[in-house]
């Protein structure tokens, strides 16, 4: 696979406030064919640097000085539209986890993980997959079903667009918690046509990525569904 979004190389952030972890995380990712396009220390620099740079994917630390790192993911996915974030943190705390989904981060990674971990994170987070450090998907899955069994806000919610059967059956196996390349195998079709049919799915559904995505499923049970 090679690391690159409408033939040029996915355009990377490193944020972290431990210079030499930040500067070997830029390395690291360069070295694997990024453009690490901006680094930052501190959550305002980190909002700042972002804004110009427009980075693709932003690889963010949670705890920083200045700002904490929920707060850069919400004030930077609100404002950026196409960026997806891969949380890179040494906590592994349930809390931080589902705080930093509900702030828009669409991954969440160990500081543990290796460096070939790490790429492949960034690769799969580039092209709208929810990526986590194993263990986690389970819980941010768990959490969605828990708030889906709440009772809904409103009874008049317009009526959902309707999806294709090929849409479908896709959204269920996103729901399951299968990744792009082990629908395609499912389905025998390309990874390029499961990113497709993702897309035409957030489109219609109006929703932002992957993460947004499994809470619709789940909501409503497509995740326990037969495919």
């Known amino acids: 696979m090679t690391d690159q979004t409408d033939g040029h190389p996915v355009r990377v952030m490193v944020v ?3 210079p030499m972890w930040r500067d070997a995380v830029a390395r690291d990712l360069t070295a694997a064919g990024f453009d690490v396009v ?4 501190d959550g305002r620099q980190a909002v ?6 427009v980075p693709e994917v932003l690889v963010l630390d949670l705890n920083l000085p200045e700002l904490p790192g929920v707060r850069v993911c919400k004030e930077l996915v609100g404002e950026l539209p196409g960026l997806r974030v891969l949380v890179l943190s040494a906590s592994g705390e349930h ?3 589902l705080e930093a989904v509900k702030s828009g981060a669409t991954g969440y990674l160990l500081k543990s993980a290796s460096t070939d971990e790490l790429v492949d994170a960034v690769r799969r987070t580039a092209v709208g997959e929810a990526v ?3 263990g986690l998907a389970g819980l941010v899955l768990g959490e969605y079903r828990r708030l889906a069994s709440e009772p809904a806000h409103s009874a008049d919610e317009p009526k959902a667009p309707r999806l294709t059967d090929r849409e479908t059956e896709v959204l269920r196996l996103v729901a399951k918690g299968l ?6 195998e499912r389905l025998v079709i390309s990874h390029r046509t499961v990113q497709n049919h993702v897309q035409n799915t957030l489109g219609k559904l109006q929703l932002h ?3 947004e995505l ?3 499923a789940i909501e409503r049970g497509l995740d326990d569904a037969d495919v």
């Open 179 to 184: 990744s792009y390349k082990q629908i395609a």
């Open 214 to 216: 499994v809470r619709y």
């Open 132 to 134: 986590f450090t194993p």
């Open 209 to 211: 990525n992957r993460v």
């Open 95 to 97: 809390a931080d986890v």
């Open 16 to 18: 972290d406030d431990h």
């Open 48 to 53: 700042r640097r972002a804004r110009a740079a």
């Open 38 to 41: 901006a680094t930052a220390g």
